[in-house]
């Protein structure tokens, strides 16, 4: 079955950097976009950014533009978000997504906290 395992989430001060990763498995990961959500407290899930199966389009949210680089390798069945600059406004669970035979699939989730 479809798994998708977020870590690399945790507490950072104002202009750190985190790196998230999402371990995927249970379908051809090498052939599907995949795309990072977050949710704040009270805020609805808003996408982050998207990455297409070879890595070779990648979007993202404006306000994380020129900040956050989302990359995938393959090989590990394996997205990352790297996240630089960070802000208190980042504050959120991460989220991987995928959209596999007509479902959608999320991971369980990773807290970033960004305070000082």
């Given at each position: 079955q479809?798994?998708?395992?977020?870590?690399?989430?945790?507490?950072?001060?104002p202009g750190g950097s985190l790196r998230l990763s999402c371990a995927a498995s249970g379908f051809p990961f090498?052939?599907?976009l995949?795309?990072?959500y977050r949710q704040?407290?009270?805020k609805e899930r808003e996408l982050v950014a998207s990455i297409s199966s070879t890595g070779g389009i990648r979007n993202y949210a404006d306000s994380v533009k020129g900040r956050f680089t989302i990359s995938r390798d393959n090989a590990k069945?394996?997205?990352y978000l790297q996240m630089n600059s960070l802000k208190p406004e980042d504050t959120a669970v991460y989220?991987?997504?995928?959209?596999y035979?007509?479902?959608r699939y999320w991971g369980q989730g990773t807290q970033v906290t960004v305070s000082s």
């Open positions: 479809v798994q998708l395992v977020e870590s690399g989430g945790g507490l950072a001060q090498s052939m599907y995949m795309t990072w704040a407290p009270g069945n394996t997205v989220y991987c997504k995928v959209d035979q007509s479902r």
